[in-house]
């Protein structure tokens, strides 16, 4: 016992640092065919010595980056307004710009931050969008991102997402030795990453609590996998399970009150149901063959899993109150790790194509099938809270990197990290303010 | 100059002592010359004993370099958890060496990265099983077996393509 507590302090480092080598790097690689045109002014800035943050620069990036917006550089700017009064639109449509944001941030009081911001429409001459967001200094690229989601929302009838946050798993290989690995969370553009946990032993399948408060993860820390439930907050943790076998797979149910997971504690992989008040266990599911990666419908009625129980993985559909099961994917020999969007509707999952494995997606409603991504051994998808893109792992040359697409294909942008492998993306939910 | 003084002094004491010790051995002899057919009967059967066991300590370095010589990684088809004959005579080998001993072994499944982690890690449950169960048939008892498995997570070589897959495709004894 003391040896294994030697063991753990060894290996195991719940850290809260940042770490600028886990930073992901943007690249836009397939923006839309006719992108809107929008110029992002430069925000004035009303406080002493230099603004924090280019406030205006993390809503450019964050507007390019969603592929439907083609940000004016800021060399092309004819004019740097930061009131309606200095707003000519002249000045906009003679270089195409169809959107104009302008902005002021400030300080308040020593450490409040506050951005206010209005979007003005160059074909109609009209103000279509004004407000402002107020928090604190150091959450600063927070607030710019909430002004992106409010811009997004206005122009494009979609909630934004910008103001959300990802969790993920890196790897830093050690030739020789054992390997770092390392869980991150970071703004949903990749920036400030913050390292959760640190070992030497393999850590699996980070995910969100629905009210983005708690995040549960495997780690092979004592030696075995078990599955571990942290607070964001506090960094404090709890171990959930510890059985013979596998621990894997945890999905917070959409009421934040019961934990799907898999174990193998009886013989062969099933799904199991954890009330995460009293510990205690349901087997849902009860077959010879491998049932794996549990997923919630967001309704919470039911739960989508892999299973190979017909030769090949495939995904079926566990209904919680009948126990009833259906298979939902017919096409092609390997479909896996559905994830659902909150519409319940796009089904996005890895399948198998021409011996290759990619991204797709399976509208629920019309069982239509479409591959979203055209690179090779693709996995982990994780859809946005808005539904609109799908981040997921990939491989670029022998490395692990992340990439996005648009629920239609048409978006595409790739985010590795400045050094090592990353993978197992898991976009957090709305975070409440 | 001293310190020859102190050598001369350590060399009287010597000789004193082996010269006692000298006398000490002679007396006993004198006294149990009955026991002389006890001594050589004892030494005739350690003689035996030392034969039997570097026979079996032979024996045992026999079934260790078996087992060195197959080394302790057995290897599977893509998607798949059926051991191969290859596999098999090595497993034999590392059997052999655990019925004469009472070690306990760990079994560690892996998979190559093509395919969905979680599913990997199913699948490298079953490799480390199929190992596991023929151990058992073939007489280890399952109590000094455990399994564990680590999915796709820890590749032996990071590359992709067959020549990499093969090598990641696999279950560790430890």
Known sequence: MKHLTAVLVATVFVLATISAR???????????????????????????????????????NDLARSGQFDP????????????????????????NTEYVLIGRASVTGQVQMRIE???????????VLSGYEEGHVNDARMLAHRVADEVY?????????????????????????KDFYRLTLSDSDGARPI?????????MAPSWSPDGKHIAYVSFETSRP??????????????????????????????????????????????????????ELTQLTRHYAIDTEPTWMPDGRSILFTSDRGGRPQIYRYDLRSGATERLTYEGSYNARARVAQDGRNLVMVHQAGGQFHIALQDLVTNRLQILTSTDLDESPSIAPNGSMVLYGTKSGDRGILAAVSVDGGVKFRLPAREGDVREPAWSPYMNR | MKQLTVAGKVLTLLFAAVFLAACSSKDTKDDSSAADAAAAEAAARSAAERAA????????????????????????????????????AALDAHIALLRTNDRSVRLEGHTDERGTREYNMALGERRANTVR???????IASYRIETVSYGEEQPIAYGSGEANWSQNRRVELK
Not at chain 1, 166 to 176: E, F, H, I, M
Not at chain 1, 195 to 203: A, D, F, G, K, Y
């Open chain 1, 22 to 60: 886990a930073e992901l790097v943007i690249e836009i690689t397939q923006g839309m065919d006719n992108p809107t045109a929008i110029a992002v002014v430069p925000f004035a800035w009303q406080g002493n010595g230099t603004a924090p943050e280019d406030v205006a620069q993390v809503i450019d």
């Open chain 1, 226 to 279: 078990a599955i571990y439930r942290q607070e964001l907050a506090t960094g404090a943790r709890v171990q959930l399970t510890n059985f013979r076998g596998l621990n894997g797979a945890p999905a917070w149910s959409p009421d934040g009150n019961s934990m799907a997971m898999v174990l193998s504690k009886d013989g062969n992989p099933d799904i199991y149901l954890m009330d995460l008040r009293t510990r």
């Open chain 1, 117 to 127: 911001y209005e979007l003005f429409d160059v074909n109609r001459q009209a103000r």
């Open chain 2, 53 to 88: 066991m570097e026979d079996a300590a032979m024996a045992e370095r026999r079934l260790q370099d078996a087992v060195a010589a197959v080394g302790n990684v057995f290897y599977f088809d893509y998607d798949s958890s059926t051991l191969k004959p290859q596999a098999q």
């Open chain 1, 72 to 95: 004016v550089g800021r060399g092309d700017m004819l004019a740097r307004p930061s009131t309606q009064q200095e707003v000519f639109y002249r000045d906009w449509r003679a270089i």
């Open chain 1, 195 to 203: 390292v959760l946990l640190e070992s030497r032993e393999p850590i």
């Open chain 2, 133 to 139: 169960d023929y151990m058992v048939v073939n007489g």
């Open chain 1, 153 to 177: 929302e206005t122009l494009t009838g979609i909630p934004g997402a910008f103001a959300t946050r990802l969790l993920y798993v890196s790897v830093t290989r050690n030739p020789g030795g």
